[in-house]
């Protein structure tokens, strides 16, 4: 009878974090920031919007804002996401879109490569999931290459369906429930030399490019063919969804991706892909052209719209990813111009402008924020381009959660001065 009464006592908890929580996705400024979200994908902005993700929340649990006390295992699980959403939008909030559906992402398990990595971390904060890597390396010969293999992709349906209907008894009359499929952010996005990096370090990997192309360029053949069988497999097995709202901490809504006839059999074509070649960042254009960007024409082909980029700058290679077909968003990080980017990219295609996230950590400067921000207001309002500025990467904000606060309060009153 306890356990009884203590499960009711933690589900009445969940319901009133769901309710407080779909109050505020029904709410009509939440439903405008989807307006600004479909104007900027759609290249058709209103104004910029203000995002900040990828937070240190070890150093951000403000009045214990992400404190579950649910001891069951479930009903913890809902706590914690509802905790969390409500915890950005009340403090780090700024144009921050709650999807007014709880979506259940389908169980899918996607089996190894063969070759797995092999790392010493070294951590700054036990609490921090920001950590420097040092990585083996595990491909240095054609025999490695040859350990390479397809995965297979399997659906958990009978999981899916009990974490369904766990969620859909607990809150289902509170606010709509659904399964979803994968998108991008869940085994479609095609990282190449981030895979590359961790199985054999950045070191080698860059010696390698110049030292022994040929040997890189069947390295990246084996892993391109790897991604393609990958989302294949996914696409055939009706494993997709559209329900996306963010792609990779930027906005994902939009009226430019066809519909799906039949949401039961969705295809590449209704969904965003994302490519990235973060450690290309310290090679020529020619090179990342040749190592990378051939290679991504290929993988990014199926899908409807492609966001590229991470934290490599991009201003002057904005040339050599026109080839890839539906580009449509460009990721323009701290160091690059964005003044040449703007101008390169006009309203062809979406910046996802990144400042900084150094500026909220140590030597807090408003005046430093206001005027990166500014610049980058500056230069899409000058060439007309659509924008999503995004701070993220914050692996710290040196114990300061005012510091976050601020920016985000100078960005929302930068952006509605537009």
Known sequence: MGNIIKQEKEKKIVRELAAKYYNIAMSGENLEKARLYRAVNDRKMIRPVVLADEIPWFELNIDGCLNCVCED?????LESHFRYWLARHKYFGGDLYLNPVYLITKIVHISDIGVEAEEKILKTNENNYIMAH???DMLQTE????KLHSQTVTYDEAGTKKHFEFAADTIGDIMPVKITGLSCDYGLGHALWDIVSRLRGVENLLTDLAERPEFMHKTARKLTDIFNDRIRQIEEKKLLGVEQTYIHCTPALTDDLERPADFDDIKLHNIWGRAVAQIFGS????MHDEFDITYAVETMKPFGMVYYGCCE????KIDILKKIKNLRKISITPWADINLAAEIIGKDYVIAAKPNPANVSAGFD?????KELKEIVDAVKKNGCSCDIVLKDISTVAGKPGNLLKWVEIAMETVNNY
Do not use: F, H, T
């Open 73 to 77: 295992p479930g009903l913890r699980g």
């Open 313 to 316: 700058p991009l201003d002057k």
């Open 366 to 370: 408003e005046n430093v924020i206001r």
């Open 143 to 146: 025999e490695d290459l040859e």
């Open 134 to 136: 040092q990585y083996a």
């Open 283 to 286: 090679v020529s254009k020619a």
